[in-house]
Each structure stands twice: as C-alpha cells, then as structure tokens.
C-alpha cells in the first residue's frame, strides 16, 4: 500500500453544489487588486466572485481617532471591516480573567460575531488613528447569503474559532464546552458536558452553509427524528439536537479512538483484514440505515471513526435524506465532490447504491492513500466523477486482494445498475474467512421485563439460563441492567 498526502481538502469537505450544471471553478489565488481583508483566514476558500458580491453589502465608514467604534455591554448587529489604520481593543477585568488592551492594525475584523448573535458585545472599540472601515449590518449579510449560500461558511470558521478559543464561548445550549475533539478535519466538532446529568459528549456543528438553505433546514428536522432513533453498533448514538450561533449542533455519543482518514494519512497502515473489518461494518450500518429509509450522502473517511475498543462507527447524518425525497433536480445538490456518485452529482433520486459508491472509493482510498479523482478545479472533478472509470486499483496497488479489487470494482461503477444491488450483497462478497475474529451482520435488540416481586426469582433464573448461552457465542454481546 502506498500513502501519500492529504490534498485539496475542500473537494473532500460537505458542499451544496447549487442548482447550476456545473459551478464555477474553485481557486486559491486572488487576482491583482482583490482586497486587503480578502485575504484574511476568515474569508479562505471563497471564490473570486464570493468575494465581490460580499464586497457589494459592505458600506463605507470612518472614525477618527478617540472616536468609539462599539462599546462592551451594548447590542451590537453589524461587523466592520478595518481597511486602514489602527484600533484600541479594551476589555474590563471579571472572575477568572485580565483586563485586555492591545492595538490592531488593519485588515481585520471587529465584532463580527454579531452576524450569529444577539449578545451584548463582549469588548470595547475605539480608533487609535483615523481609521477607514466597511460595515456590514446582519440584515445585509443575510441578503448576499440568500444569493450565495457558500459565503455562510465563515460563520461556522468563526464560531469554530471562538469555540476554541480561550475566554470564547463557553456553551452551547444547555452544553458546556470542554474542549476540541480530535485535531485538523474535525475541529468543528467538541468535547461537552451536560451540566446537570455530568454526561460527556460531543457536539458537532452544522455548516452555516447549509442551514441557510430554507429547504435544507426542514429537511433536517424530519431527518433528524429518524437519526435519533437509530440504536445499532456501528453508527454513532445520537442523544439531543441544540440550536445556537445561527446553526445546529449534533449532540452524540462521546468516542474514543481516530477518524479513517487519520489512518489514511497519518499512519499506521491498515492491514487486509483491518480494511475488510471496516468496509464490512460500515456497510452493515449503511444497510440498516437503508432499511430504515434514509440515505446518508456523505460517506467518507472523515466520517467514519475506529474506536480504540475496536468497533468502526459511521458517524454524521447531517445532510442524510429519505430515499422518498432524494431527488434534487430543482434543489441544491449536497455531498462531498471527491466521493458523490454520478446519480447525486445530477440531482437524480438515490438509493443504498449511491451510498455504496462512496463506500467504493472510500475502500479504494484505503488501499492507494488517496482518492481517484482529486482534481483542484471541481467542474473537472465531477467530470471525472461522471464520465472516467474508477482506476483499477490493482495497477496501484499489485498486493490488493481480489476479494477487496472486486468490491472496489463493483461498488464504483458509473451506472447504479452495475453496482452490487444493496450494502449488504456487497459486504458479504467479501472473503470474510480472511478474518481472525468473526465477521457478521450486527443486530441489536432491547428487552424490558416488569414482573411482580413474587415472579422475580423466576425471571432472574430464567435471564442467568439466557446469559449462559447467549455468551458461550462469541459473536454476542450482552449487556443485562436492573433497575
């Protein structure tokens, strides 16, 4: 197996593709003449043309020196945009922390989390020099959104950066955020605590990009129902949904171990048997996720985690869809372009099979260190992603078993029709002999017995006789509570 570098990470990322054919291209570089500010992290990974509809809300203003841009303690609904000059940044001492005053040359930002809250501000403002800012007011900002929905995404950098920050904020909902959960690819998701019950979970927040989709929004709603009553062991548990900060935050099950893609790109390798283990468990949780109607459009290493106790859990229903309600010719069309199956990419409906294909080129990248197509230019990814075979991963990878070849093979063909027929077909063509521990599709049942405290001898006799033999199988597990 051959492992390279992690590439393009913005065609691996959860996108809306528009309603347009093919969207414009995606480039990091900025003409002659683009902005100062344009330039700031904030505004990394919008296109040229992003940045000139942005441009077009902001409205000019100056302050002169001594003046006070905004004051701590006041409601604030706009953002400024420091052209030129410098400022004084002022914040009064409280429990557990220093005062603060420092000065900040332009470009930056100032006050820009007024765009996803109603809080009072946080810090006083006031120029140091005479000063040239662009203002933009909430109102504003929401206009050019609904006509570019992507520019949403630097709301979620923002409050991503102020959730890690220290002093930043400290809670989400009723939540009460720990710390940051993993490193790079899942900083937006953190670690969190139920203040009341003391549980430890995880919280994974929404791109602003997509809950600015009206439709999206209801979408999710429904969808999010279904996810939270999903009870198998190898999909992450889904506990609570909170709104806050202009998005949603997923409230899920606290894991232990790494992403796939860690593995991937950071070592250690997997071996055959690791990589048939996770293809076989993440396709076990996408069948039961078919058979319960929904599917999950967005199956990539980044969303699958190998716990450190050993089971793969396939995580983020975020933009997951009802199978009734996949085809999206008149609305935008999400997923992550490094790994949307050709039905998806043109807005056609969708079955378990769209899903299989990313699990194809998920399993190809688990065997060559990097996707098929990773072309920076996203109008030439979906081409290839429409038009040109999956490379045979044999020529990549010589020591690649047939077993695991076939799969990738099948799993990736352009039309759904030569596609293996479910997740389930696919798994089990698998050479699952190849494993040192069993490899079986899981199941889950819950069982709740009342008796009456005369019964109670009895059922627990007949329970211990379950336990018993249950248990001498290897291949179940057993959890017995009493309340």
Not at 42 to 56: H, N, P, R, V
Not at 220 to 227: H, L, Q, S, T, Y
Not at 365 to 375: T, W
Not at 382 to 398: C, E, F, N, V
Request: net charge negative; aromatic share 6%; hydrophobic share 40%.
């Amino acid at each position: 197996m051959v492992f390279g570098l992690l590439r393009n990470r913005r065609n691996k990322d959860t996108q809306s593709l528009g309603e347009e054919p093919i969207p414009a291209s995606i480039l990091n570089e900025r003409p002659a003449g683009t902005p100062a500010w344009a330039h700031l992290d904030l505004f990394k990974g919008l296109t040229d043309g992003e940045i000139e509809a942005f441009q077009k809300a902001l409205t000019p203003t100056s302050f002169e020196s001594g003046q006070v841009i905004m004051r701590a303690g006041e409601p604030g609904e706009d953002m400024f945009l420091l052209e030129s000059g410098s400022v004084r940044l002022e914040v009064e001492s409280s429990e557990g922390s220093e005062a603060i005053s420092r000065v900040l040359d332009a470009p930056i930002t100032l006050g820009e989390m007024a765009l996803v809250t109603s809080e009072l501000r946080t810090a006083t403002i006031i120029a140091n020099s005479h000063v040239q800012c662009l203002r933009l007011d909430r109102k504003a900002f929401e206009g050019v959104v609904a006509e570019h929905l992507s520019i949403a995404k630097i709301l979620t950098r923002l409050v991503g950066v102020r959730l890690k920050e220290i002093g930043g904020i400290r809670k989400v909902g009723k939540y009460e955020i720990v710390g940051v959960l993993g490193k790079g690819n899942v900083a937006d998701v953190f670690e969190a605590e139920h203040p009341e019950l003391g549980q430890t979970v995880a919280l994974k927040m929404l791109s602003h990009a997509l809950v600015y989709d009206p439709q999206f929004g209801i979408q999710f709603d429904r969808e999010a129902k279904i996810v939270a009553s999903f009870d198998h062991p190898n999909i992450v548990r889904v506990f609570d949904f909170e709104r806050a900060y202009g998005t949603r935050f997923t409230v899920m099950e606290c894991l232990e171990g790494r992403q796939l893609e860690d593995y991937i790109y950071g070592g250690p390798r997997m071996n055959w048997e690791q990589i048939r283990r996770v293809i076989f468990e993440v396709g076990n949780a996408l069948q039961y996720s078919h058979e319960k109607g929904l599917i999950h459009r967005d199956v990539k290493p980044s969303n699958v985690f190998v716990t450190d106790a050993g089971p793969t859990k396939l995580l983020d229903y975020g933009i997951a869809i009802h199978q009734d309600n996949s085809s999206c010719e008149r609305k935008a069309r999400l997923g992550s372009p490094c790994y949307m199956p050709p039905e998806q990419i043109l807005g056609k409906p969708l079955d378990g099979r769209s899903d299989l294909y990313a699990l194809g080129l998920t399993a190809f990248e688990m065997v060559a260190g990097e996707v098929p197509f990773n072309e920076v230019d996203i109008r030439e990814l979906l081409r290839k992603q429409l038009y040109t075979r999956t490379p045979d991963i044999m020529s990549l990878a010589p020591q690649c078993p047939e077993d695991i070849a076939e799969f990738i093979h099948r799993s990736t063909a352009k039309e759904m029709d030569q596609r293996y027929p479910d997740c389930l077909t696919a798994v089990r063509s698998l050479d699952l002999r190849q494993a040192s521990t069993p490899l079986t599709m899981a199941a889950r049942y819950k069982v709740s017995i009342d008796c009456s405290r005369e019964m109670e001898p009895y059922v627990e006799a007949a329970i211990e006789e379950l336990r018993q033999k249950l248990q001498a199988n290897d291949s179940v597990s057993l959890t017995l509570t009493k309340r």
